[in-house]
Structures are given as structure tokens and as C-alpha cells.
């Protein structure tokens, strides 16, 4: 199969006979078929329109390695629900939030000692500075209920 859409590197599907492959590799004399699909050259044909708009991450950021477990629970639940998150490791929290930052992340759902003391998380918006408190059971109604309301799809 070949397109016109990317100039000279125009196959995507080919495919064949490959009687006589095995022998002169030093196999046996066998007959074989074979195909390859490009998938990079797949990707290259689709339109912008024709892909779903990416999704922004989230962020779970424990205030140190103490917490991290517990992030992961939190990852694991809301990958579950078909977040898309990132975990921040190592460093402080002012570290952890730098990493949440250039990950792009909307929102940090910081974990510290008193979050799970009390089953919660702090949810912050990474671009207006705002934080509210949450239930570990909230949390995903939440950026359900904010994603339906942001021009950005969260998670």
C-alpha cells in the first residue's frame, strides 16, 4: 500500500514472498511470506482533526518520599477512571511542583502527612494558584465536573 501524501517515503503497507530468505541466512530451504506496516508513516497521514485532542496530565505530587506509596494508590485509582496521570519523584515539594510545571499538569494533587491522615488531597490549579481540599473519593468527581467546565481536557 502507498500514498502520495508523504512525498518519496510513500509505502506504508508492503509485503511479499521470501522463498529462499532461510538459506541465505543459513537456514533451511524453506518458503516464506512476510509484511511490515509503517506505523510512524500511519501516523504522518492523519489529520489534526482526525485525532483526539490530548489530553492535560495530572500531577500527583507527595511532599516527599515518605508519601510516595500513597501516590500511587491515587495514580493507580484515577488511571482506573482514564486519567491521564504523572507521578513527581524526588526532591522537596517546591521541586516536586517545578516537575508538575513542566510536565504541563492543570492541576497538583498534593499528598503530605496531614492528607493522608485524613484521607484527602489538596488539589491545586497550577495555573491560578487556587487549592481546595478534597476527599480521596471526591477527587475524581471533581476533575470530572472541572473538565466538563475547562476549555482543556483534563486527565
Known amino acids: 500500500m502507498t500514498t502520495t501524501d508523504l512525498g518519496s517515503q510513500g509505502t506504508v503497507l508492503a509485503g511479499g514472498r521470501y522463498d529462499g530468505l532461510m538459506a541465505t541466512m543459513g537456514g533451511p530451504s524453506i518458503p516464506g511470506v512476510g509484511w511490515a506496516g509503517g506505523i510512524d508513516r500511519l501516523a504522518m497521514m492523519l489529520n489534526d482533526d482526525q485525532l483526539p485532542a490530548p489530553k492535560t496530565p495530572l500531577a500527583v505530587v507527595p511532599m516527599d518520599e515518605r508519601f510516595d506509596f500513597n501516590g500511587l494508590e491515587l495514580a493507580q485509582a484515577l488511571r482506573k477512571q482514564e486519567f491521564v496521570v504523572e507521578m513527581t519523584y524526588g526532591g522537596g515539594l517546591g521541586k516536586r511542583l517545578k516537575k508538575a510545571n513542566k510536565m504541563n499538569a492543570l492541576y497538583a494533587l498534593i499528598l503530605g502527612e496531614e492528607e493522608v491522615a485524613s484521607r484527602t488531597v489538596t488539589c491545586k490549579n ?12 471526591q477527587v475524581a468527581v471533581f476533575l470530572k465536573e472541572k473538565g466538563k467546565n475547562d476549555k482543556e481536557s483534563i486527565g
Do not use: C, M, Y
Not at 497550577?126 to 487549592?131: N, P, T, W, Y
Open 126 to 137: 497550577l495555573e491560578s494558584g487556587e487549592q481546595i481540599q478534597l476527599s480521596v473519593d
